[in-house]
């Protein structure tokens, strides 16, 4: 066990949570950091601080936005409403955006459903999808989780629960 400063030491600590960090790694970073001007050091901390504080989730489609108001998307007037992608992470929304000319709205659930890692449907937005449906202005739903195991199974779910509403659901 190696013992670094108190400050050293914490900061660490806190590159170490990141996910895919590793302890290595974590001091690695750690010691980039150090060797950064002072202006720079600050700049990096401030743009935590800053996203942390600015961004927020579009309260229609739950993507990242900046402000209160809604994301960029579901301001965009072309875009078709009755239609509803629904993806894991807004990096998804990213990579639809990009690749193809998707006319609707999205919905980010924030996640998949993993029992294995203890993620059930609350600790997700599937309330807030349930809701947008339930208001009864969306035609169609289309699941564009991940083909892998959870993401089945939380297109399965979510395809289950919307079942009662007057919606078309189809698998990307
Ligand atoms: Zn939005």
Redesign the pocket.
Known sequence: MQYFPPALEKLVEQFARLPGIGRKTAQRLAFFVLSLPEEDAAAFADAIVGAKAAIHC?P????F?EGDG??P??QDPKRDTSVICVVADPKDVVAMERSREYPG??HVLHGVISPMNHVGPDDIRVKELVDRVAKGDVREVIMATNPDTEGEATAMYLSRLLRPFSVKVTRL
């Open positions: 579009c229609v489609c739950q993507n936005s809604l994301c998307v579901c709205l999205y």
